[in-house]
């Protein structure tokens, strides 16, 4: 599986890049639809046969900014034996990006999977690994970690303790809420559901459009089913309404689709005929360099 590529949305610079690809099975993605309509529709024989899956982040660049939107497992995920396994750092720093010119780390939520490389090990201490970076995370995503409401999640303990706290005790944490311009060419999208705070992200340049999903979709099937929610998703009717808001939005302005869970690349175009919605791949121009 491929673990990076490079293209450009108008002016900007995009890395998908992955820290980890696995081909794994994805029943619990689909747990709620019928066994035969989802693997009909991800053509394959059974529910336990393994389909690609990317746990990925996208560097963008341009503006004169350096953007990093999540940051994957970190050097402690369960995948230690999947392709390119916690290889982020490695990914940006192939393209010529040092860890200390990234500006922002913007973060769509703040589960184990895309928080991981906010922190690195040193000494006794974990300490922000990209140094020069501000946080921003949504207003409505810090409150239900804060408050405790997502215990007993296994990783609440760690995610805090060891790749939040660091940040915040530096004062590099700042909030967004509703749909704001998180960054010159980036406005945030509200898209609750899989958590309570989980954002979207719409990239706009040069008439240009990139709409960076998160995990509001796992797979472009769940923006074709909107009501496919799979079982890692905290508020059901919630996420199937956010789902039909990146329809929407995706279809108003033509833009391009992608998501971190998508494998490399996946990027597709939304259309809507007689209640049919339809994810049509584009055949993306690569650029040899970030
Ligand atoms: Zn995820």
């Given at each position: 599986?491929?673990?990076?590529a490079?293209?450009?949305?108008?002016n900007?610079?995009?890395?998908?890049?992955?820290?980890?690809?696995?081909?794994?099975?994805?029943?619990?993605?689909?747990?709620?639809?019928?066994?035969?309509?989802?693997?009909?529709?991800?053509?394959i024989?059974?529910?336990?046969?393994?389909v690609p899956?990317?746990?990925?982040?996208f560097?963008?660049?341009?503006?004169g900014?350096?953007?990093?939107?999540d940051?994957?497992f970190?050097?402690?995920?369960?995948?230690?034996?999947?392709?390119?396994?916690?290889?982020?750092?490695?990914?940006?720093?192939?393209?010529?990006?040092?860890?200390?010119?990234?500006?922002?780390?913007?973060?769509?939520?703040?589960?184990?999977?895309?928080v991981?490389?906010?922190?690195?090990?040193?000494?006794?201490e974990?300490?922000?690994?990209?140094?020069?970076?501000?946080?921003r995370?949504?207003?409505?995503?810090?409150?239900?970690?804060?408050?405790g409401?997502?215990?007993p999640?296994?990783?609440?303990?760690?995610?805090?303790?060891?790749?939040?706290?660091?940040?915040?005790?530096?004062?590099?944490?700042?909030?967004?809420?509703?749909?704001?311009?998180?960054?010159?060419?980036?406005t945030s999208?509200?898209?609750?559901?899989?958590t309570p705070?989980?954002?979207?992200?719409?990239?706009s340049?040069?008439?240009e459009?990139?709409?960076?999903?998160?995990?509001?979709?796992?797979h472009?099937?769940?923006?074709?089913?909107?009501?496919?929610?799979?079982?890692?998703?905290?508020?059901?009717?919630?996420?199937?309404?956010?789902?039909?808001?990146?329809?929407?939005?995706?279809?108003?302005?033509?833009?391009?689709?992608?998501?971190?869970?998508?494998?490399?690349?996946?990027?597709?175009?939304?259309?809507e005929?007689d209640?049919?919605?339809?994810f049509?791949?584009?055949?993306?121009?690569?650029?040899?360099?970030f």
């Open positions: 599986m491929r673990l990076s490079t293209f450009k949305v108008g900007i610079s995009v890395a998908a890049l992955s820290d980890a690809a696995a081909e794994m099975p994805l029943p619990k993605f689909f747990n709620q639809v019928p066994d035969e309509d989802w693997t009909t529709a991800l053509s024989a059974t529910p336990d046969d393994s899956f990317n746990f990925g982040s560097l963008l660049r341009g503006s900014r350096t953007v990093l939107l940051t994957g970190g050097e402690q995920g369960p995948y230690a034996a999947a392709e390119g396994a916690a290889g982020l750092l490695d990914r940006i720093r192939d393209l010529g990006v040092g860890l200390d010119e990234i500006d922002a780390v913007i973060h769509t939520h703040l589960h184990f999977d895309h991981g490389w906010n922190t690195v090990a040193e000494g006794d974990r300490v922000p690994t990209f140094r020069n970076a501000v946080w995370v949504s207003e409505e995503e810090i409150s239900w970690w804060n408050d409401a997502v215990q999640h296994p990783d609440y303990e760690h995610i805090l303790r060891d790749v939040f706290d660091p940040i915040v005790g530096q004062g590099k944490v700042e909030t967004f809420s509703g749909e704001t311009l998180v960054e010159p060419f980036l999208i509200p898209t609750p559901g899989h705070g989980h954002t979207s992200f719409l990239l340049s040069a008439g459009h990139l709409l960076l999903v998160g995990d509001a979709a796992h472009p099937e769940h923006l074709i089913h909107h009501d496919w929610v799979p079982a890692v998703d905290n508020n059901p009717s919630e996420t199937t309404r956010s789902r039909r808001r990146i329809v929407n939005l995706a279809i108003e302005k033509d833009a391009m689709v992608t998501g971190g869970h998508f494998p490399i690349l996946t990027v597709g175009k939304l259309s005929i209640e049919e919605i339809s049509l791949e584009v055949d993306i121009h690569e650029t040899d360099q």
